[in-house]
């Protein structure tokens, strides 16, 4: 059975740092491309950030790039999303997806290209 289990979000002050953890299990977490999306109330899910299989490619949406770094552990079967510098419309439910890969180096920013969902975690950002 397929399983993204995401934690460590919560509530933190503005500029304040928060790190996000997705543990994968059920397929093979390697031969997957990894993104973590968000969803904040009353709009649509966006892409934040996503690696390749291999790590040795990441791309960041323009709103978080410089705040945001994306890694994974092919070993542990995790993605992390370090958040720094955290703004109060950063306040999202953030989802990590497993999107089937053949290229070591591609990654995706689509959420058609992703297989598969986690229930997503809940970070609040105050003013």
């Known amino acids: 059975q397929v399983q993204l289990v995401e934690s460590g979000g919560g509530l933190v002050q503005g500029g304040g740092s928060l790190r996000l953890s997705c543990t994968a299990s059920g397929f093979t977490f390697s031969t997957y491309v990894m993104g973590w999306f968000r969803q904040a109330p009353g709009k649509e899910r966006e892409f934040v950030a996503t690696i390749s299989r291999s790590a040795t490619g990441t791309y960041y949406a323009d709103s978080v790039k410089g705040r945001v770094t994306i890694s994974r552990d092919n070993v542990k079967n995790t993605v992390d999303l370090q958040m720094n510098s955290l703004k109060p419309e950063d306040t999202a439910a953030y989802y990590c997806?497993?999107?089937?890969?053949?290229?070591?180096?591609?990654?995706?920013?689509?959420?058609?290209?992703?297989?598969?969902w986690g229930q997503g975690t809940q970070v609040t950002v105050s003013s």
């Open positions: 997806a497993a999107g089937r890969s053949s290229i070591g180096s591609a990654y995706y920013t689509a959420e058609y290209q992703y297989h598969y």
